[in-house]
């Protein structure tokens, strides 16, 4: 798919990856409209005259994903590209006291319940595409939890087998699933946390280009180590991400 005056849905794209993707997609001369949850960083965004549109909503609560899905539906019937890329982590271990329910509520609703709503509410639009594309940013975690980040690594691999589910119920001429599964990335999500990131550039690049090139599971740098290892040993490949914390 050439990008070229394609009309593309961001979630998260104030800040990170969704950002560096934002300016790839500006690159591209797609039509960006970004979704995020900060007005403020919406507000900066909206000045610049290459994005098409900018809406504010707090994808953890799932009355307001319902209502943007409908608002984008009347507003953008060309929409053919929809990137589910927000998300959180909570760095915690599932039994401590600051994971309360209202933050297991959260994690869930934005990271795996949103992704689901959004997506189910456009389908009609999208379907109606000769072409429509759906990018699902997971991580390498889907494949093989770390220690901390029960939740995230659940919501992760909610994602992937999701992903592959849709992909077997939509011929891929009607809508092409992508899910791209980056390692740990040097973004404010991970700030003071891991070693040896990649840069949000390198997976931004990664993304367009499966968009670009009919890609389906893109494994972005160690984590197609990682894919590999999962496959010979998965009781290896469990005993190294163990360390991470
Ligand atoms: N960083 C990594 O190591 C890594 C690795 C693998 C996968 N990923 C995945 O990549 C995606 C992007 O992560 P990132 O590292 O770029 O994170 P980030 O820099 O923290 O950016 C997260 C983005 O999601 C938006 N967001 C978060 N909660 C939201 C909510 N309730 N409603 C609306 N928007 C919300 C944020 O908007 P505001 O700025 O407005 O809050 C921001 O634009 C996530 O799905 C993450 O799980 C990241």
Not at 204 to 215: C, F, V
């Amino acid at each position: 798919m050439n990008l070229h005056g394609v009309k593309v849905l961001i979630t998260g794209g104030t800040s990170g990856i969704g950002l560096k993707l934002v300016e790839e997609l500006i690159r591209e001369k797609a039509k960006v409209i970004v979704v995020g949850r900060s007005e403020e960083k919406l507000q900066l965004l909206s000045q610049d005259q290459q994005i098409n549109s900018v809406y504010a909503c707090d994808l953890s609560n799932p009355q307001e994903v319902i209502r943007l899905s409908e608002k984008i539906s009347q507003h953008h019937p060309d929409l053919q590209v929809l990137i589910n890329n927000a998300g959180i982590q909570h760095n915690i271990l599932f039994a401590e006291a600051t994971s309360t329910s209202e933050l297991i509520q959260s994690e869930v609703n934005t990271n795996f319940l949103a992704p689901l709503l959004l997506t189910r509410g456009l389908l009609p639009v999208l379907t109606k595409q000769t072409q429509a594309v759906l990018v699902n940013m997971s991580s390498g975690l889907a494949l093989t939890p770390k220690f901390k980040s029960a939740v995230y690594c659940g919501t992760k691999g909610g994602l992937h087998i999701f992903s592959k589910a849709l992909r077997i119920q939509y011929d891929p001429q009607t809508l092409r699933v992508i899910e791209i599964l980056p390692p740990a990335v040097d973004t404010p999500m991970t700030a003071g946390r891991g070693r040896k990131k990649i840069s949000p550039e390198m997976v931004a690049k990664k993304t367009i280009h499966a968009i670009t090139n009919q890609k389906k599971e893109v494994y972005v740098h160690k984590t197609k180590i990682l894919y590999w290892l999962n496959r010979l040993s998965p009781t290896l490949a469990q005993q190294l991400m163990k360390q991470f914390k």
